[in-house]
């Protein structure tokens, strides 16, 4: 689902909001959630799962295209764990498609 989808399925849902205030509101709602992870903070929503950052050490890596050893710095790569409601909900409906 891309953003655009979500926010055409909330103005179908809630027809009293109009599209910028739900464009806004999911605009607003990831924007933190970016800057939450980006300040190195941990996000949690019940039911749903959690948001983190698992860190990656310095490692050798190869250029693929000339086969130089090069090294790829240390990095912090962004990280979903899905909840157990979440995961049961899936595991229901996707043995049904």
């Known amino acids: 689902m891309t953003r655009s989808e979500l926010i055409a399925q909330l103005a ?3 027809p009293q909001l109009t599209n910028s205030d739900i464009d806004m509101a ?3 709602i990831l924007d933190e959630m ?3 992870l980006a300040r190195g903070n941990r996000i949690e929503i019940r039911g749903f799962g959690s948001f983190g950052l698992n860190h ?3 490692r050798k890596g ?3 295209k000339s086969g130089v050893n ?3 710095p240390a990095k912090y790569v962004p990280h979903f764990k899905t909840g157990k409601e979440l995961r049961e909900r899936v595991d229901a409906t996707a043995g049904s498609v």
């Open 70 to 72: 090069v090294m790829v």
């Open 26 to 28: 999911v605009r607003t």
């Open 34 to 36: 970016s800057r939450t």
């Open 62 to 64: 190869r250029n693929p």
């Open 56 to 58: 990656r050490p310095p």
């Open 12 to 14: 179908a849902k809630f």
